[in-house]
């Protein structure tokens, strides 16, 4: 059993005994609600592997909601882009093939809400902690009514970490980006960000990305440690550059429909699993992301690249233009709201 697998199990026994004791005195979980031959199924897609805060954190909610319906619910998880890619499981969800994802904010764009694109600006946070205020507070809350529109609820914001960037060469100003292929996902933010670099961006799906790179259809790409490894991205890339540039993080959301069919009682304890998902989820982000990050370095074919107080500077210099555009495209508003919840020294060091 891996690390992580254990502290799954291991916090799942704790929180799920103390939950079922909460549900017997409360009487908050009635089972008869619940038709023991036909079990509720949910199933939850994503686009990662198991081994990673947002696959293991599924795996946990999983498991909490079983044990605490008494397998009234059954949560069925396809990780890795293994039922649907990217932008297939958001139109799954819509459609009712699947109940529940945890897109990357990224990639809300495609639905005509790329507000949650806040959180791709380059150099936004200094750490989780602002990141948190902005997730937690009125800009998290007016981001989660949005999705209403689409016909979607979202449950939770669950973390993962700031973004690396990799290569098949050497990247450490910014004019070594010029004239780069490199991935992104499908932000419009994220586009703006590498034409200010002078890279030129190719939106793919996650499972795609290995083979683009393999290839050399792109040069590189930008993604948090725990991806860059599980997806063996580290096979393929050369160099990766610990920009901390931005930030990845995902929305966990269901169809509205299906949550408004549920019994109240069930609704009560996918909530509150819910919030012990989210917890162990940003409990395990950094260290998931740090012991991936060593993992990699002990692969030895990735040469790390440390920047210097100055070099990540000019990074920031080069990319500030990209948070005029996204004031352009979605308002000043929403953007003057999340300063105001980071508050200042922004651009300060992260990953803290
Ligand atoms: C990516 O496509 O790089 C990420 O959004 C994948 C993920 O869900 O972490």
Redesign the pocket.
């Known amino acids: 059993m891996t690390p992580l697998r254990r502290k799954i199990v291991a916090g799942t026994a704790l929180a799920g005994s103390a939950c079922a004791l909460v549900a017997l005195a409360t009487g908050i979980f009635r089972p008869a609600a619940v038709s023991a031959s036909r079990p509720i199924v949910i199933k939850f897609s ?3 592997a198991d081994e ?1 805060p ?1 696959g293991a954190a599924a795996l946990y909610f999983k498991r909490l909601v079983e044990e605490r319906t008494q397998r009234g619910v059954l949560v069925q998880v396809y990780p890795n882009s293994e039922l649907y890619k ?1 932008k297939e499981e958001l139109e799954a969800l819509q459609l009712g093939s699947v109940q529940m994802v945890a ?2 904010l ?2 809300l764009g495609p639905l005509g809400i790329g507000e949650f694109e806040l959180f791709d600006l380059p150099f936004l946070f200094d750490g989780y902690a602002s990141l948190h205020r902005v997730t937690d507070g009125p800009v998290g809350r007016q981001l989660m009514a949005r999705l209403d529109e689409v016909g979607l609820l979202g449950l939770a914001f669950w973390d ?1 970490g700031f973004k690396e960037m990799s290569a098949d060469r050497p990247l450490v100003v910014p004019a070594d980006f010029r004239g780069l292929r490199m991935r992104i ?1 499908s932000s419009e933010v994220l586009d703006a960000q590498m034409r200010a670099l002078g890279a030129i961006p190719d939106a793919m799906a ?1 499972s795609d ?1 290995y083979a683009a790179l393999a290839s050399g259809v792109v040069n590189g790409t930008e ?2 440690a725990s ?1 860059f490894l599980t997806q063996k991205m580290y096979e393929v890339q050369a160099f990766l550059t610990l920009s901390d540039h931005g930030y ?1 993080g ?1 929305v966990v959301v269901v169809n509205q429909t299906f949550w408004n069919q549920l019994p109240g009682s069930v609704r009560s304890v996918l909530d509150e699993a819910m919030k012990d998902a989210t917890r162990f989820a940003n409990d395990i982000a950094k260290s998931e992301n740090d012991a991936a990050l060593d993992r990699v370095r002990k692969e030895g074919k990735t040469q790390i690249i440390e920047l210097s107080p100055q070099q990540r500077e000019a990074w920031r210099a080069a990319l500030s233009s990209v948070h005029e555009g996204f004031q352009r495209r979605v308002g000043k508003r929403l953007l003057e709201d999340a300063y105001r919840a980071i508050g200042s020294g922004r651009t300060e060091a992260r990953r803290s």
């Open positions: 994503h686009v990662v990673t947002k990217d897109p990357s990224a990639k993962n996902q996650l990305v993604n948090v991806n990845l995902y």
